[in-house]
């Protein structure tokens, strides 16, 4: 069966950006300097290089030739791009329930993720707006921050409507196509959401000591680069190095680097483009994430409030807690940084959650031969009840509001991933095989990608690791509250990953048979 | 201004890595531009 006629990337700035929108996300500005911070300050920096260079950086370029060649025959998900890379190694019908259980895991991951993420991103929106209205004027601690948050979470009055029209911008833009939604879309945000973090970086390293004159913003820099090399003897801090690079990279989350690759032609580069991608967002990440919300926030709390960070305080917890007042006492300025800041967060939330709306979109689309334009409010449909309980929670309690997201992002948006990746590796590595995919890759290459990077690395170190993390992860994370549900919305979240999961059976069970049926159960 | 010398250097390392991998492909694609400048001519 020769495959459909597919949409291509108009051009490579428009490729690049759109993959940079993908992977530079919320994590990359929030989540690195509090793990960064936790983990060791600057001696963070080991393991996070190690893992990327072991482990992000090989999945990169596994899931960019999985996606190109899984394009190349008419698909965009990750469920058929499974099969046809392992029915070279497996029976049809193994192959299709190896695929099927990887597309529904990779379902699973996408449309939960995508479920609270855009509630977050909704978040930002009504703190970027709540910034430049002058709201942070009246905010004087962190404290009062926090009461700022709690009213704003337990309020649907705002955030309904925050979060959902963050969907329906996101849903819009994918509905329109890669080349006149997606492409469109990263070409003006990425710009914008470089341009807004140069200027946080700059306003941040130069602030000086608004609070305290001791605490000086630099002084806050020089904190989370001095090295607590003691901390690398903790295990965990390798765990948490590699887990930052997933997150961080996108690796794993749904398919939806498979995706975008998916839209390469089949001569199109991949290991420069692929690369390429990855150093936009290490610089985003270690230069412009590293350099805005802790410098900020020591000028705000000094070393107390670092105490608390390096003890585990999350980002977001320490971006709504700590920087709104200190935006509040900066006047005029102050707000126009505090709309800058939580703007960028949006933009880059947005370019990453259009990817998560656009693999849900592709199987409907390519699939079920339903127009794009319908595709994407049925994956806009699909993530509102996925997503809305974020809401009903807020608006239904007064205190610990985040049970249903945190259940979902410890199972989806945490374990989840590392066995999607896994999957991909077995798939690409395994059952394909590391010498036709090693050509494969190379087809239309601008660099080439050593043999042994491909096949050690790769093959065998990365699945490695990813095992011992997903391990460890088990073990480790099973015990915490995140991952045992307390009440009724831990509850509604299990078995919203339990239907999920059977949906995404029954949709990528549907897709693969109708293209690969009569081959799966031997009637070809 | 002071600044601690292990956080300097920790500091340097980071930045050398991004900003060493931003030489890096910037590099890769001028030699591409090159090429395909030299094939177009």
Redesign the interface.
């Known amino acids: 069966m020769s495959a459909p006629a597919r949409e291509h990337w108009a051009t490579k700035i428009g490729l690049i950006l759109a993959m940079a929108g993908n992977a530079i996300g919320l994590g990359n500005f929030i989540r690195f300097p509090a793990k960064a911070a936790a983990y060791g300050g600057g001696a963070y920096l080991i393991p996070y290089f190690i893992a990327l260079f072991l482990l992000g950086i090989p999945i990169m370029f596994v899931e960019w030739v999985l996606g190109r060649y899984g394009g190349a025959h008419g698909h965009g998900h990750l469920a058929p791009m499974l099969y046809i890379a392992s029915k070279r190694r497996l029976s049809p019908k193994t192959a299709a329930w190896f695929a099927i259980i990887g597309g529904a895991v990779a379902f699973v991951t996408g449309v939960m993720i995508t479920g609270y993420y855009t509630n977050i991103i909704g978040w930002m929106a009504f703190y970027a707006c709540s910034s430049i209205g002058g709201a942070f004027a009246g905010l004087k601690t962190a404290d009062d921050a926090i009461g700022y948050l709690v009213s704003f979470l337990t309020n649907p009055a705002y955030n309904f409507p925050a979060w959902l029209i963050s969907l329906f911008i996101i849903a819009f833009i994918v509905s329109r196509g890669v080349r006149r939604g997606i492409e469109i879309a990263a070409k003006i945000m990425m710009p914008i959401l470089f341009l807004e973090g140069i200027i946080l970086v700059i306003l941040s390293l130069t602030l000086g000591a608004p609070v305290k004159p001791e605490w000086t913003s630099i002084k806050g820099f020089e904190w989370l680069w001095t090295p607590k090399l003691a901390k690398l003897g903790d295990p965990s801090a390798f765990i948490e190095g590699a887990g930052q690079i997933f997150f961080t990279l996108s690796i794993g989350i749904a398919g939806i680097i498979p995706n975008y690759a998916s839209y390469l032609r089949r001569e199109d580069d991949i290991p420069l483009s692929a690369l390429t991608t990855t150093t936009l967002n290490e610089f985003a990440e270690v230069v412009m994430g590293a350099s805005i919300a802790i410098p900020l926030a020591y000028a705000f709390g000094g070393p107390e409030l670092m105490a608390k960070v390096e003890a585990g305080m999350s980002g977001f917890i320490l971006s709504v807690s700590a920087l709104p007042p200190l935006f509040g006492k900066l006047g005029g300025i102050g707000a126009v940084a505090g709309f800058l800041w939580f703007s960028l967060l949006w933009f880059a939330g947005v370019t990453s959650a259009i990817a998560l709306v656009n693999v849900i979109t592709a199987i409907f689309e390519e699939d079920f031969n339903i127009k794009r334009s319908i595709g994407a409010w049925i994956a806009f449909a699909i993530v509102f009840l996925t997503g809305v309980f974020v809401n009903i929670e807020g608006a239904m309690k007064t205190e610990q509001l985040t049970d249903y997201l945190d259940l979902a992002d410890f199972y989806a948006g945490s374990l989840l991933l590392l066995v999607v990746a896994l999957i991909e590796v077995i798939a690409v590595l395994w059952l394909w095989g590391v010498d036709e995919s090693y050509e494969e890759i190379h087809r239309g290459a601008f660099i080439t990608i050593p043999k042994w990077y491909w096949k050690l690395i790769a093959g065998i170190i990365a699945p490695i690791y990813l095992l011992i993390m997903l391990i460890w992860f088990v073990v480790t994370g099973s015990p915490s509250a995140a991952a045992r549900p307390e009440n009724i919305f831990g509850w509604i979240a299990v078995a919203m990953l339990i239907i999920m999961f059977i949906l995404g059976i029954v949709i990528n069970k549907a897709a693969l048979y109708r293209r690969y049926g009569k081959e799966i159960t031997g009637g070809a | 201004?002071?600044?601690?010398p292990?956080?300097?250097?920790?500091?340097a390392?980071?930045?050398l890595?991004?900003f060493g991998?931003?030489a890096?492909?910037a590099y890769?694609?001028n030699?591409?531009k090159k090429r395909r400048t030299e094939g177009a001519s």
């Open positions: 201004m002071p600044f601690a292990e956080a300097a250097a920790f500091l390392f980071g930045w890595v991004v991998l931003i890096f492909v890769k694609w030699q591409v």
